[in-house]
């Protein structure tokens, strides 16, 4: 049984939020994403402009938020009957991409509209952290483990993969994109077999060697 609103105080912000991303949605490619279709696009849940600065505070960056968050869901509903185990490394990452460019897809003119929006200097910080969040999103369901600086590495460099990857998705086509992440992804192997001969730790342990010698003198 689905909480009640008294149980659950945030289940009306949710709902409502998503009921705003649907007319955001219908009239982006119309409007555009901006302030005036964020604006209609809260008018028509029903929303006054007190409500908006409410549960929308920053407009159309936050509807850009949800529409990226809701392609991520539908992305990895599309992949819940796939085992990654069974799939090798660069498999996990070409499915997890394709699928989410093909969520994204399914509403193509808002993402275009969208993309254009993000692309403005003033919010490409905003898109840098949802192309994180839809890396951390892929590497977790590809099977990545790891804690230190590789967890990191991965992230920025599948986010700088689905940047390109999803421009060239709503504004190539789909063949054009998928060709497009089939080479990074070879680039990608590439570089993993090249860091997998590589000791990056050995510089620390150096510091920490010469700091160690300053501090308590030479082993004897």
């Known amino acids: ?8 105080p945030d289940r009306w912000a ?10 955001a949605v219908a009239l982006a490619p ?3 994403w901006n302030a005036t279709m964020a604006r209609a696009a809260c008018a028509a849940a029903g929303l006054s402009e007190g409500d908006q600065d409410l549960l929308l505070p920053h407009g159309a960056r936050d509807l850009a938020a949800l529409l990226s968050r809701r ?3 539908r992305a990895f ?8 185990a069974t799939l090798k490394i660069r498999e996990r990452i070409a499915r997890g991409v394709s699928a989410r460019m093909e969520a994204g897809a399914e509403d193509l003119e808002a993402c275009r509209k969208c993309a254009g929006f993000l692309a403005l200097p003033h919010n490409a910080e905003l898109g840098l952290k949802l192309a994180w969040e839809t890396a951390d999103r892929q590497w977790t369901w590809a099977g990545d483990t790891a804690t230190d600086w590789n967890h990191y590495s991965k992230r920025t460099i599948l986010s700088g993969i689905l940047i390109p990857a999803l421009t060239m998705r709503w504004f190539d086509g789909r ?3 998928e060709a497009f992440v089939a080479d990074r992804i070879e680039n ?29 003198g030479a082993r004897t």
């Not at 049984?1 to 659950?8: F, L, P, R």
């Not at 509903?77 to 990654?84: E, F, I, K, N, R």
């Not at 993993?192 to 510091?207: I, S, T």
């Open 188 to 216: 990608v192997m590439t570089f993993e077999k090249w860091k997998a001969g590589k000791d990056f730790e050995a510089p620390l342990r150096k510091v920490t060697e010469v700091l160690s010698r300053m501090r308590y």
């Open 14 to 23: 949710r709902e409502t939020e998503q009921a705003v991303l649907d007319h």
């Open 71 to 73: 392609h991520d869901d």
């Open 30 to 32: 119309r409007l555009g």
């Open 175 to 177: 063949e054009a994109a």
């Open 1 to 8: 049984m689905a909480a009640s609103d008294e149980t659950d």
């Open 77 to 84: 509903a599309a992949l819940a009957g796939v085992d990654p």
